[in-house]
């Protein structure tokens, strides 16, 4: 459980019993005029408890045990991608934000004849979204009787992202983690029959391992136990259910008491298996897989889950934005309209895009306007005439045309007065108020 700033300022050297250890209270050595300012500096996660060298070892232990995430961050390594699951704070991202994707992993057999091809175009698959480069996460290798070892090395050599070793074959999966070394797979499964060498495995292999329990959060529960008893620390849980309203219940059950009860023993990453369903597949990475795998590759279902990911893992407090300056479409010429737009991501692809699609050249000249959309930046004042100017005399625009005549978005027209006497000698022009209209625009109203 979290302390708050005075339950750890008891821990501190100010508070202590000890009178050598006492004497170093409020010595200033960590940066902070007392031991209380640097107490509420830690309990509001700002600064490192190693700031303070004179912490006695019982109450390090209790501070770093209060510090300690709710959900363990674990994380597979790929031979050239890695990927992280936990550190989760909250149960609904609008409650501050979540920080770790649900990883996408598609399902290949040790027995199927195309599996390195897949592991290849799951390696090869990448969506351009709003200036967000987004990919699937892995593959997931399962035994089902074929040469699991071989099937690992061929994937692994043809895919740069993280495996999930899917073998509750303890033979199986020393096998699969040979192929797969130099990289840190996800282990799966330890179960109440095998987990003493599966445990065995991943402590030698330094890899994460899943346990997995179709008996109830009370056995996936001790079965972590036993598992962490043996040596491991990286774990993910399994509760086993595959249907719709099991695996909601069993995930959010599991991430209610890490959070809410701080119940240590599921304070993990959590593993689910959508099978064809990406529908189903949708519910986990909302609520509230780690590891998400799906039985086959296709980019028609893959996409939309990506986004959906995408959107979700985004800080709702931060919006999206591209980089303020000039952007050029369609290769324009000196004499080509020069629009003038925000930096918020969507607005500037809704522009950009229909300008482009629209195959007419033209200039972009995106404005700071802290990444908000155009009515929003004007309502708040970060997009106003000043603001406009200063991007046509910073960004060097006025050298790559040879007009001074400028498009401003339709919602902002009462800018335009302003602008003008802002900008002397330029033409302000009032452009629509919707993107959409913009290629009609410009072959009407320019030239
Ligand atoms: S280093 Fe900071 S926290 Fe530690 S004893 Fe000195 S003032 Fe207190």
Redesign the pocket.
């Known amino acids: 459980m979290a302390l708050s700033g005075l339950q750890i300022y008891k821990l501190?050297?100010?508070s202590s019993k000890d009178a050598d250890v006492k004497t170093?209270?409020?010595?200033?050595?960590?940066g902070?005029p007392?031991?209380l300012a640097?107490a509420m500096k830690l309990a509001a996660k700002q600064v490192e408890l190693s700031?303070?060298?004179?912490?006695e070892e019982e109450s390090k232990n209790q501070l770093e045990a209060s510090a300690a995430p709710p959900i363990r961050l674990v994380t597979v390594k790929g031979t050239e991608h890695e990927m992280k699951a936990g550190n989760e704070l909250v149960l609904f991202r609008h409650e501050k934000t979540f920080y770790n994707p649900a990883g996408l992993f598609v399902r290949v057999k040790d027995n199927q004849s195309d599996a390195a091809e897949v592991a290849k175009a799951v390696n090869d698959y990448l969506v351009d979204y709003v200036g967000m480069e987004l990919t699937l996460d892995g593959i997931a290798v399962e035994d089902v009787g074929g040469d699991f070892g071989a099937t690992v090395a061929a994937v692994k050599e043809q895919c740069g992202f993280p495996l999930i070793l899917l073998t509750e074959d303890p033979a199986k999966a020393e096998a699969g983690l040979k192929a797969a070394e130099g990289t840190t797979p996800l282990l799966w499964a330890a179960t109440s029959d095998n987990w003493e060498a599966m445990a065995k495995l991943a402590a030698e292999y330094k890899v994460p391992l899943t346990v997995r329990s179709d008996d109830g959060i009370g056995a996936l529960a001790d079965l972590a136990d036993q598992v962490k008893g043996a040596g491991v620390e990286d774990i993910v849980l399994d509760p086993g259910a595959r249907d719709y309203s099991g695996s909601l219940a069993a995930s959010t059950q599991l991430r209610r008491l890490a959070l809410k009860q701080n119940e240590r023993r599921v304070g993990y990453p959590l593993i689910a298996f959508a099978g064809d369903d990406p529908i189903l597949a949708g519910q986990h990475i909302a609520k509230y897989a780690g590891y998400v795998v799906i039985d086959r590759f296709s980019p028609a279902t893959v996409y939309p889950l990506i986004v959906m990911r995408a959107n979700l893992f985004t800080d709702p407090q931060k919006p999206i934005q591209v980089l303020p300056g000039v952007y050029e479409i369609n290769k324009p010429s000196p004499g080509d309209p020069l629009m003038v737009t925000t930096n918020f991501s969507i607005t500037y692809f809704a522009v950009a895009n229909e300008v482009e699609s629209s195959g007419l050249p033209g200039w972009l000249l995106v404005a700071d306007a802290e990444g908000m959309s155009v009515l929003t930046a004007w309502a708040a004042g970060k997009f106003d005439a000043e603001r406009i100017a200063k991007s046509v005399n910073t960004t060097g625009i006025a050298e790559k045309i040879d007009h001074k005549r400028l498009i401003l978005p339709g919602h902002v027209a009462v800018l335009m007065g302003e602008l003008e006497e802002e900008l002397p000698g330029w033409d302000i022009n009032v452009g629509p108020r919707e993107a959409v209209d913009l290629p009609n625009y410009l072959k009407t109203q320019w030239g």
């Not at 700031?51 to 912490?55: A, D, I, Q, S």
């Open positions: 501190l050297p100010a170093h209270g409020n010595c200033k050595e960590c902070f007392t031991c640097f700031l303070c060298p004179y912490v």
